[in-house]
């Protein structure tokens, strides 16, 4: 398993999602939005799973904060300009990619790699 984590430390879901790992052992690489974005490769590997729109946090701080709700705007510049506009976590796993606190579906991935061993 590959695991990579995008969030903040702010973010409850997100060390929730760190938790969730720690607790089985299994490795992950921790990506602080606060403090490095996304490439355009993530984004687009992100948006291809999950859909674009899945992916922008409308009800959050930032969203509000850059009053993106009345202004016409391209939703993937913002994303790679404004890292801080994602629904958090982002937890990829190779191509697999999950928005927000899902450990139904990474349980589902943990049993798939026991399976495959």
């Not at 997100?14 to 939005?33: C, H, S, V």
């Not at 959050?60 to 705007?73: F, I, P, S, V």
């Not at 994303?79 to 506009?85: A, D, K, M, Q, R």
Request: net charge positive.
């Amino acid at each position: 398993m590959n695991i990579q984590i995008f969030g903040t430390l702010k973010c409850q879901d997100t060390r929730k999602a760190q938790r969730y790992f720690k607790e089985r052992r299994i490795p992950f690489q921790f990506i602080n939005l606060a403090e490095k974005g996304i490439s355009r490769g993530e984004l687009n590997k992100m948006a291809a799973v999950t859909g674009i729109d899945n992916l922008i946090d409308r009800e959050g701080k930032e969203y509000a904060r850059r009053n993106l709700k009345h202004l016409t705007h391209n939703i993937e510049e913002e994303l790679l300009n404004y890292p801080l506009l994602l629904k958090t976590p982002v937890v990829r796993n190779g191509a697999k990619v999950t928005v927000g606190y899902m450990p139904d579906v990474w349980k589902e991935w943990t049993e798939n790699e026991k399976n495959r061993k």
